[in-house]
Nanobody, 121 residues
Framework: QVQLVESGGGSVQAGGSLRLSCAVS????????YGWLRQDPGKEREEVAA???????TYADSVKGRFTISRDNAKNTLYLQMSSLKPEDTAMYYC???????????????WGQGTQVTVSS
């Protein structure tokens, strides 16, 4: 089992920055794909960034150049640095994981509880 706990959400004005953290515990072999996903009520869930076991990173077009995903294996922590935030970035952000060498091959099956990000104009 893998446990994921997000933190770092909050309210910020447009143009501001936030860093989300996801503490990973449990059986955490390195051959996991980790992702950050978001969902706002009435909208579809969106994967904003993912990183696989070899460090290959993908971003949604909507956040490219503004968000940066990273992982600190020594601290068992996943991060999402968000800059130049826009009101449309408002959503509940979730950290997720799946045991897979590459992202996109399997559905995420481990989820955190989510952390709310609200961006005001």
């Amino acid at each position: 089992q893998v446990q994921l706990v997000e933190s770092g959400g909050g309210s910020v004005q447009a143009g501001g920055s936030l860093r989300l953290s996801c503490a990973v515990s449990g059986y955490t072999a390195r051959s996991y794909c980790y992702g950050w996903l978001r969902q706002d009520p009435g909208k579809e869930r969106e994967e904003v960034a993912a990183i696989d076991s070899e460090g290959l990173i993908t971003y949604a077009d909507s956040v490219k150049g503004r968000f940066t995903i990273s992982r600190d294996n020594a601290k068992n922590t996943l991060y999402l640095q968000m800059s130049s935030l826009k009101p449309e970035d408002t959503a509940m952000y979730y950290c997720a994981a799946v045991r897979a060498h590459r992202c996109g091959t399997l559905e995420y099956n481990y989820w955190g509880q989510g952390t709310q990000v609200t961006v005001s104009s």
